[in-house]
Structure formats: structure tokens, C-alpha cells
């Protein structure tokens, strides 16, 4: 959970969506783990509310405000969660799989009574199966690529799945995890929280900037960035890459495009950091022109500016990035290449796209009235 939880993307889902159902006039509460590696100055009105027994141990029950949220953190006192970690040990299926035992009973001892149960990736998956006294469950997958026996039963157990792309639902549905459920399954792109990811108020941005100071505020930053790593001051595009450094992220590519840029004269900055379906929007967001593979989410946000006018306008959109299919080199060149050129030789194309980009919509506000509907398609059924 963002800010004071994080280690991929799933934190600032959870924040994000939170605050946008709870916008929408809904009553929401986050329940995690009480980590003992949270910063928990970030988190307002902190206090305990007793506890009760379970498992074997006291569980403590803290409540604060995290980002505008009420959440409950449970403190096993066994220790499950005082590892100055939040994922990583050897027993996290033991740990994690306490903590849903636990938020159940949470439910049952302070008598909380939730219409929906919205449990996210293999942590929570046990919930699905749980004792959820009548609560209806939505199960949401982030990365299949981890959990997959757990995702499993909770796709079995659960009301209504979704995924964070309409693609990567379609990409996952043959997954033996997924298939026999599809019915179930609905795919909602995530959304990025424009109050955090604001140009025109960013205060770690050395300008801030509008759409319409675009150039001026992202000159400033790139001449900021290379100061700090010491680049040198030349005027010249910076290709930055966000990923982890895993082999299903590809670094064969990312090796790939460090070179490519490097003979076009451009700089690369490469952020070796937990990524997730949100990087490209954020980036557009800030008017940085994404360069994709067409999969996953990346296929349902980044429409190719040179051959996809017909595809981003099927979707409400228009074309706002650079695009490649095959998993190799050849496929990275044609992208990147197209890019590149551009921003060198299309000043004025690059400036349009820049604008547009930073004109588009990447906020929770449909993507979290796409899950207020399937809560009530799931309290139906």
C-alpha cells in the first residue's frame, strides 16, 4: 500500500483505486500486515484498538489514515512481520497465509461487516477461500509470474477476477491457473493518481510545467538529471528505461536499446526499479514519449504514431508513442529508431506529440467506476 508500503506497483493500486471508489462515495478500509520496515510518520491518527487472539498468538490491531484512507494494520506478535522486509523470506506462503487468517477474524472479532472483499495477487489470495462471512470476493491478478497454485484456488473461490489490462487478460487466459474460470475474468487497465503524478505541482521536478510549458519544464529536468549523474550538457534526447533487472523483463533488449541509443548520439539512463502497468502513463503523464512492446498493458495505453490512428481511435485515444511486437532486436531497432529520428529531425511533430500526450487521460476516474460496477455485479450474484 503506497506510499509507506511498496514494492512494486500493487501499493499504489491499492492507494490509488482506494481513494478513487472512496471518492465515488463508497466507504473504504485497507487492512495489511503492521511491517515493521514502514515509515509510519507517513501514516496520520496512528493508534492500537486492543487485539485478539489467533493462530497461536496476540494480534494486535493499529488503525490510522494512510493517504486519506482508514486502514487497519494487524501485528502478529509471533513475528511473521518484524523481518525488516515486506516480501523476500523463505516462509512468505506461511506469513502471508497467517495474515489472511487473520483478517478474517479481524472481521469477526471487531464485528466489521463489508459487502466487498477485494483481495490483490497471491498474498491475499487465501482470503478468497476464507470464512468471508457473506462477503463478496473480487480477486485482482497483477503478475501471474508469481503464485500461480495459490491464484489458482482464489480464481476457483472468488466472485469476479480482473486483471490489470484487457490484454493481459487475454494473454493469460489460457493459463491453467485462469482457463477453467474465464468467465469470471474481466480486464480493467489501471489508472495512474494524477493529485501525486501532477507536472504543474511536482515538487521533486526543478520547473514545474504545464502542457503548454512542456519544453521549458522538461529542458530544466534533463538538464537537472544530467547534473546529477554527471552527463554531459548536450542537447540531446534521453532514453530512460524503468524495469527490473529479471530476464522476463528482457535484458537482452535493455542491453540492446543502451547501445542503439548510444550510437545515435543520444544518452540512456537506465533505473534499475520495481516496474509496473503504470510507467508509460506516468511517463506520458509528464509528457516523455513511451517506446513499448505491444503487450499487456503497454498494448491498451501506447497507440504507434505512424500506424495505429485506426486502433487508438477504436479506443477513445489518439496515437501517442512508438511501438514493436517481436521480442528481439530488430523489432526494438524499429521503434526506437523511429523515435529518435524523430525528436532529431521533427521538432515541430515531436513538439505536437509531446503536447498531446501530456493532454490525455491516465487518471482512476473510469478505470474505478469499471470496479464499482463489477462490485455490484459480484453482490448480485
Given at each position: 500500500?503506497?506510499p509507506i508500503?511498496?514494492?512494486g ?5 491499492v ?19 503492521k511491517?515493521d520496515?514502514?515509515?509510519y ?26 493517504d ?8 502478529p ?17 506461511v506469513?502471508?497465509?497467517?495474515f489472511?487468517?487473520?483478517?478474517l ?21 487465501p ?14 491478478i497483477?503478475n ?20 490489470v489490462s484487457?490484454?493481459?487478460?487475454q494473454e493469460?487466459s ?5 482457463a477453467?474460470?474465464l468467465g469470471?475474468?474481466?480486464g ?11 507536472p504543474?505541482?511536482d ?5 514545474a510545467?504545464?502542457?503548454?510549458a ?14 546529477k549523474?554527471?552527463l554531459?550538457?548536450?542537447?540531446v534526447p ?6 527490473r533487472?529479471v ?26 526499479s ?31 504514431v ?7 481511435a ?30 532529431y ?16 487521460d491516465?487518471?482512476w ?8 460496477e463489477?462490485?455490484?455485479?459480484a453482490?448480485?450474484?
Amino acid at each position: 500500500m503506497a506510499p509507506i508500503a511498496k514494492v512494486g506497483g500493487m501499493g499504489d493500486v491499492v492507494t490509488a483505486l482506494g481513494r478513487a471508489v472512496q471518492e465515488e462515495g463508497h466507504s473504504v478500509e485497507c487492512i495489511i500486515p503492521k511491517y515493521d520496515s514502514i515509515n509510519y510518520s507517513q501514516v496520520e491518527q496512528l493508534r492500537q484498538e486492543g487485539g485478539f487472539a489467533f493462530g497461536g498468538t496476540n494480534v494486535r490491531v493499529w488503525k490510522g489514515i494512510v493517504d486519506g484512507l482508514p486502514t487497519t494494520f494487524l501485528e502478529p506478535e509471533n513475528g511473521h512481520f518484524w523481518r525488516g522486509c515486506i516480501y523476500g523470506r523463505n516462509d512468505d506462503s506461511v506469513r502471508f497465509g497467517f495474515f489472511c487468517g487473520a483478517a478474517l477474524q479481524y472481521l469477526k472479532t471487531y464485528n466489521v461487516q463489508p459487502s466487498i472483499i477485494h483481495c490483490h495477487d497471491w498474498p491475499s489470495a487465501p482470503v478468497a477461500w476464507g470464512d468471508r462471512m457473506g462477503a463478496k470476493c473480487i480477486f485482482t491478478i497483477h503478475n501471474l509470474s508469481y503464485g500461480a497454485d495459490l491464484v489458482a484456488r482464489a480464481m476457483a473461490a472468488c466472485d469476479v477476477a480482473t486483471t490489470v489490462s484487457p490484454t493481459y487478460a487475454q494473454e493469460i487466459s489460457g493459463h491453467s491457473a485462469v482457463a477453467p474460470h474465464l468467465g469470471k475474468l474481466y480486464g480493467i487497465r489501471n489508472g495512474i493518481d494524477t493529485d501525486v503524478w501532477d507536472p504543474s505541482s511536482d515538487p521533486h521536478l526543478p520547473v514545474a510545467y504545464s502542457p503548454d510549458a512542456a519544453l521549458e519544464g522538461k529542458d530544466a529536468a534533463r538538464r537537472a538529471l544530467r547534473s546529477k549523474l554527471n552527463l554531459s550538457q548536450i542537447d540531446v534526447p534521453i532514453v530512460g528505461c524503468v524495469t527490473r533487472l529479471v530476464a522476463q523483463k528482457g535484458i537482452h533488449l535493455i542491453k540492446h536499446a543502451a547501445w542503439r541509443t548510444l550510437e545515435r548520439g543520444a544518452q540512456f539512463v537506465l533505473l534499475g526499479s520495481a516496474p509496473d502497468g503504470r510507467v508509460q502513463m506516468i511517463a506520458m503523464q509528464y509528457g516523455t514519449v513511451p517506446v513499448v512492446r505491444k503487450t499487456g498493458g503497454l498494448a491498451d495505453t501506447v497507440f504507434d504514431v505512424d500506424h495505429e490512428e485506426q486502433r487508438a481511435a477504436a479506443a477513445g485515444m489518439e496515437t501517442n508513442g512508438f511501438v514493436f511486437e517481436s521480442v528481439d532486436a530488430a523489432g526494438m531497432d524499429y521503434a526506437l529508431n523511429r523515435a529518435l529520428s524523430m525528436w532529431y529531425s521533427d521538432k515541430a511533430g515531436w513538439r505536437q506529440l509531446v503536447h498531446r500526450v501530456m493532454r490525455q487521460d491516465w487518471s482512476w476516474y473510469s478505470p474505478a467506476l469499471d470496479y464499482v460496477e463489477l462490485y455490484y455485479k459480484a453482490m448480485r450474484s
